[in-house]
């Protein structure tokens, strides 16, 4: 194996750390406790695990966690007025809908509905339209966490060529445009289900990102040698071992620099959405951004 590994889980601690001392800062200098709520519809295995983490998450960093567990026949219109709820509850800063929700509730008025100001989910059209055209309030977290990754490995996207593969609402759109802010600087290639000829599109790519929830997708035959890999698949197994989108052990041979799966982006996710609540807390009080 040649590539140098990019430890997600690591860098999460150290960022994890410096949240921990700034929320503690922001509470000492102006009395001021970042507040998340998390809301849970039904009783989802995996939904489940992901919100206790966000829960223990925000304890370990001194912020204020409300999770709110309803009933998975709960009402659309329930759902919406406990959103309204949290939007004018002041010891709250940040709003997280989980996702998926129960097939009969709808989510985009749900998201819709979260005030501007506490989406740090970043799933509400507008703060996804303010990104769109480069003026940004809060990041999505998991491409957010992507960002920091290459940050901290020192990779510089500044006239990269990126290929996204996928282009989910959650993951691909966002990175996107986020790898095109001034700053970042990057050509982006966003590559799907439908693009013609994926293996030669990847190939072309100094920063490969495969986000497209298939495993196994990205072989070693579709890297450029020496690339950056940056793996956001998340798939169980059959004997539910979690793996993502890239055959690792392949790519790692070719990889100048690649993430595994676990301990990768995941755990980069739950640390920047700790880092928009801390964000959303400051700007609420009008206080200046970190």
């Known amino acids: 194996m040649s590539a140098r590994i990019l430890d997600g889980k690591e860098l999460a601690t150290r960022v994890r750390a410096r949240i921990t001392d700034d929320v503690a800062r922001l509470r000492a200098e102006h009395d001021v406790v970042p507040g998340l ?30 999770q709110i567990e309803l009933a998975e026949d ?11 709820e ?17 097939d009969h509730l709808d989510p985009q008025p749900v ?32 491409p957010y966490g992507v960002l920091e990754i290459l940050a901290d490995a020192e990779i510089d996207t500044a006239g990269a060529e990126v290929v996204i593969v996928g282009r989910s609402n959650l993951v691909g759109r966002p990175l ?57 698949g998340t798939n169980r197994t059959d004997e539910g071992k979690l793996i993502g989108d890239v055959d690792f052990d392949g790519v790692a041979e070719v990889a100048g620099a690649i993430t595994p799966v676990p301990g990768g982006v995941g755990p980069m ?16 009080r009008g206080l200046p951004r970190r």
Do not use: W
């Not at 501007?116 to 339209?129: E, I, M, R, S, W």
């Open 37 to 66: 709520a998390a809301v849970l519809v039904g009783s989802d295995p995996a939904s489940q695990v992901y919100v206790g983490m966000k829960h223990r998450a925000c304890e370990a960093a001194g912020m204020v966690s409300r």
């Open 74 to 84: 709960t009402s659309q219109e329930d759902l919406e007025r406990v959103v309204s």
């Open 86 to 102: 949290l939007n004018d509850d002041e010891e709250i800063d940040g709003i997280l809908v989980q996702l998926p929700l129960p």
């Open 111 to 142: 998201q819709e509905l979260i005030s501007l100001d506490k989406d740090v989910d970043a799933l509400n059209p507008y703060t996804a339209g303010r990104l769109a055209v480069g003026d940004p309030t809060f990041f999505s977290c998991t």
């Open 176 to 232: 996107s445009n986020m790898l095109t802010l001034k700053g970042r600087d990057a050509t982006v290639t966003v590559a799907h289900s439908r693009t013609r000829d994926l293996a030669a599109v990847c190939r072309r790519a100094d920063v490969l990102v495969a986000a497209a929830g298939s495993a196994g997708l990205v072989t070693a035959d579709m890297v450029r040698e020496g690339a950056t890999v940056i793996d956001v």
């Open 269 to 284: 996710t739950v640390t920047m959405l700790l880092q928009n609540t801390l964000e959303a807390a400051r700007v609420r």
